[in-house]
């Protein structure tokens, strides 16, 4: 198990940003009681979450219900989370209003998916906030639920607008929901780990013309930071590799059948 001294509290942390009137109040009403019920986190390096400025978040991906965890874990840790969202789940108005009320963004899978991120950049930028992003942009296809080749939005973001970026891991949401189930599991409670990483180092490539080469060598590097992040919280080692679904033979979007 990791050395470090997990907590379920990241005790002694300002938390500006959760203190300021806001409409996640309402929805930590609503949301953290309940789900407090269900979920005890465990949070490793709490004290590597920024408190101010901008910067992405970038954690794995292998529960549908991950946004979820990741957003109640990130107002436990003193950030209002905002995603980069799919643009299908502004099609509910009930939802569609919670998620715009929120400063949720949404993207397109393709044609505006890079004008409609370079505008969120802008504006996290602009007014100081956290937004998260999965850089592997669906959940993984690693049939051991390691974090699989990344896309290069993420660190594209960080590079054009010179904020950083974090990366981050979880482990145990797939026991509240299993990849593509349709049913959580409520009880018993669940305990789902949290790790917060150093912000990577992109020293090597700003500055520079953001090319194809260089965006997927920064990738795999966040990947790289992720996988190992994870593997300290599973206390095994990653694979030396990301998993590559068109190398076997799989959509990267969509559910995977089979």
């Given amino acids: 198990m990791p050395r470090h001294e997990p907590s379920s509290e990241p005790a002694g942390k300002p938390r500006s940003e959760t203190r300021r009137p806001s409409f996640f109040w309402l929805l930590a009403?609503?949301?953290?009681?309940?789900?407090?019920?269900?979920?005890?986190?465990?949070?490793?390096?709490?004290?590597?979450?920024?408190?101010?400025?901008?910067?992405?978040?970038?954690?794995?991906?292998?529960?549908?219900?991950?946004?979820?965890?990741?957003?109640?874990?990130?107002?436990?840790?003193?950030?209002?989370?905002?995603?980069?969202?799919?643009?299908?789940?502004?099609?509910?108005?009930?939802?569609?209003?919670?998620?715009?009320?929120?400063?949720?963004?949404p993207v397109e899978r393709a044609g505006s998916q890079g004008h409609a991120a370079l505008k969120a950049a802008e504006e996290l930028v602009e007014k100081g906030r956290m937004v998260i992003v999965y850089p592997e942009g669906s959940l993984t296809r690693d049939p051991e639920l390691w974090p699989m080749r990344g896309k290069t939005g993420a660190v594209r973001i960080a590079l054009e607008r010179d904020i950083p970026i974090v990366p981050a891991a979880h482990w145990g949401t797939q026991a509240l929901l299993p990849r593509y189930g349709k049913k959580i599991s409520l009880f018993p409670r669940k305990t789902i780990d949290v790790i917060i990483g150093e912000p990577l180092d992109l020293s090597a490539y700003r500055g520079k013309p953001l090319d194809q080469s260089m965006l997927l060598k920064a990738t795999g590097d966040l990947m790289d930071a992720i996988a190992a992040l994870l593997a300290e919280l599973r206390d095994e080692p990653a694979p030396a590799e990301r998993w590559?679904?068109?190398a076997h033979g799989q959509k990267e979007t969509g559910r995977l059948e089979g």
């Fill in 29 to 105: 009403v609503l949301i953290l009681p309940i789900f407090n019920l269900v979920v005890r986190f465990r949070f490793h390096h709490p004290e590597r979450m920024p408190q101010t400025g901008a910067f992405i978040l970038a954690p794995n991906h292998h529960s549908e219900i991950d946004p979820v965890v990741m957003g109640a874990a990130s107002w436990k840790l003193g950030r209002a989370p905002r995603f980069l969202a799919k643009a299908s789940l502004f099609k509910n108005p009930v939802l569609a209003w919670f998620l715009h009320r929120s400063g949720q963004i």
């Fill in 244 to 246: 590559d679904p068109t």
